[in-house]
């Protein structure tokens, strides 16, 4: 069981939005600690998407997007691509664990 | 070229030791906060452990605090981890990854920037 709670898959339609939740609680988002999401894709190691909640490192396209509020965040991807298709995870600190916790991961499906 | 590259997975019998290995080029290592991450087939990730640029701070996950062992050596740009009493749930692909840590609101964050593309350990009799 995560610590923080993905919906185990989201699908859309090619130049669709769509949404990944990351729900937690007020001892890891709720207690200030920022957000980060990894991208998967197929057979390969994650790749950094978005850290401290909204930044994207250079060369993730604009269509990736993320906020923060509360106990929880959100990925979102606009204008879907059937590149897109992959595992997402959220990322972030607990004050009561010494490391990072993961997300259970996201399987995007590109219909 | 920016890469860590991991070594030393395989196959080995519960309560065997492995010690796995990742070579970091193209990075100023002696600068970069280190760890594992481990993920299970099929599964999602899990972090394992870290240790500081300098090796004086290192933390565990509590499922393998007492059996694996984490340490650097910045002379050759090399961390490793030492796994020992392995179990069959440890089996996983065991990634290296870099984070980058800043303070924010009173608050320590990390995030990982830079992975290897994993080694695969696998614990079965």
């Known amino acids: 069981q995560s610590v923080l709670t993905q919906p185990p898959s989201v699908s859309g339609a090619p130049g669709q939005r769509v949404t990944i939740s990351c729900t937690g609680s007020?001892?890891?988002?709720?207690?200030?600690?920022?957000v980060h999401w990894y991208q998967q894709l197929p057979g390969t190691a994650p790749k950094l998407l978005i850290y401290?909640?909204?930044n994207r490192p250079a060369g993730v396209p604009d269509r990736f997007s993320a906020f923060t509020s509360g106990t929880s965040a959100s990925l979102a991807i606009t204008g879907l691509q059937a590149e897109d298709e992959a595992d997402y995870y959220c990322?972030?600190?607990?004050?009561?664990?010494?490391?990072?916790?993961f997300g259970g991961g996201t399987k995007l499906t590109v219909l | 070229q920016v890469k860590l590259v991991e070594s030393g997975g395989g196959l080995v019998k519960p309560g065997g030791s492995l010690r796995l290995s990742c070579a970091a080029s193209?990075?100023?290592?002696?600068?970069?906060?280190m760890n594992w991450i481990r993920q299970p087939p099929g599964k999602g990730l899990e972090w394992v452990s870290y240790?500081?640029?300098?090796?004086?701070?290192?933390n565990y996950a509590d499922s393998v605090k007492g059996r694996f062992t984490i340490s650097r050596d910045n002379a050759r740009n090399l961390l490793h981890l030492q796994m020992n009493s392995l179990r069959a749930d440890d089996t996983a692909v065991y990634y290296c990854?870099?984070?980058?840590?800043?303070?924010?609101?009173?608050?320590?964050?990390?995030?990982?920037?830079?992975w290897g593309r994993g080694t695969l350990v696998s614990v079965s009799s």
């Open positions: 990854a870099r984070d980058r840590t800043y303070d924010k609101n009173a608050n320590n964050h990390w995030y990982f920037d830079l």
């Open positions: 193209g990075i100023t290592f002696t600068d970069s906060y």
């Open positions: 240790i500081s640029s300098s090796g004086t701070t290192i």
């Open positions: 007020n001892s890891n988002i709720g207690a200030g600690y920022d």
């Open positions: 401290a909640n909204t």
């Open positions: 990322q972030s600190n607990d004050s009561g664990l010494s490391g990072s916790v």
